[in-house]
């Protein structure tokens, strides 16, 4: 089906499903804390998970990018971005972007003949590829759990606040044409949610500490001021939005109500991480800006 005849024959706002509410918090009960650990703790760990998030998202690329061949052009995503994923594990990372751009035009090559439009299997490297490398990089800089905690909680807040300002106030459509079930109301409350929750983040040693001095006397506070949290807040916020956006328009183009069926009650992998793989790249940017003495 052509783009053009997919975009005019959107469907209709829908309201939210409550049926399978319990399947979506049963799914984030797991998922959540699991994810939390892993980037907390770093290392090993923290690499598993992103490279298993890597195949999953290559796998769901696969199926919908090149519904003929999904098999082989989920393989070829998939091994080009953990190539970059590896050698950004290494510590070498200006190679890792190279490869990005390097097996990115491989996966291309590899796909003519198997695939429709073999520029999409490059395009899924371009990607997955950077936002799996920023949270490498990311783990990996000074107090980078609190910065990978930070994301998350910018992130979530910014769907949470959404989800639930939009479905309160509802209002007028944020952009119909890609996603019939966004509000402009929706759009600032993730805003003001995202902006909070970074701020809790920074100031939440300070507040560990004050209450629990004598169980938490090791934690190092945050090294971030208050201002420059609200910042990064709205900033990782408007990134989430408009990769979720981004993704809703993808799948247009592709044809698809979701991007597969592994998490029950909330469809496809992408569809929950589309918003984070925006927000970590404005997260990197941000917190090499941070490093080089902004912030502090």
């Not at 920074?202 to 629990?212: I, K, V």
């Not at 989430?240 to 993808?250: I, N, P, R, Y």
Request: hydrophobic share 60%; aromatic share 12%.
């Amino acid at each position: 089906m052509a783009p053009s005849s997919l975009m005019t024959s959107l469907p209709p706002a829908k309201r939210f499903d409550w049926s399978n509410l319990g399947l979506r918090v049963a799914s984030a009960a797991v998922i959540g804390p699991a994810a939390l650990a892993a980037a907390w703790f770093g290392g090993w760990p923290w690499l598993v998970l992103i490279a298993i998030a890597v195949a999953l998202l290559a796998i769901e690329w696969g199926g919908m990018s090149a519904p003929g061949a999904p098999t082989r052009v989920a393989a070829a995503v998939a091994a080009a971005v953990l190539i970059a994923v590896f050698v950004g594990y290494r510590g070498h990372y200006v190679l890792a972007w190279g490869a990005i751009l390097a097996t990115a035009a491989a996966a291309a090559v590899i796909a003519r003949g198997i695939a429709e439009r073999p520029g999409d299997t490059a395009y899924g490297v371009l990607y997955i590829g950077p936002a799996a490398l920023c949270l490498v990089w990311l783990s990996a800089t000074n107090q980078g759990n609190w910065w990978i905690m930070m994301l998350f909680a910018a992130t979530w807040g910014a769907d949470i606040g959404a989800f639930a300002v939009g479905s309160t106030l509802k209002g007028p459509k944020l952009w119909p044409r890609f996603s019939p079930n966004k509000t402009w109301s929706g759009f600032f409350g993730g805003l003001v949610v995202a902006t909070l929750a970074a701020v809790g983040i920074a100031t939440l040693p300070d507040l560990l500490q004050a209450y629990f001095p004598n169980v938490l006397a090791g934690l190092r506070p945050f090294q971030l001021n208050v201002w420059a949290a609200a910042f990064i807040g709205l900033a990782v916020g408007l990134a989430t939005m408009a990769g979720d956006l981004w993704e809703s328009a993808l799948k247009r183009r592709f044809g698809v109500k979701d991007s597969g069926d592994l998490i029950p009650g909330h469809g496809g992998l992408l569809d929950r991480v589309d918003g984070l793989m925006f927000a970590v790249v404005v997260m990197a940017a941000l917190r090499l800006a941070n490093h080089l003495g902004w912030g502090h």
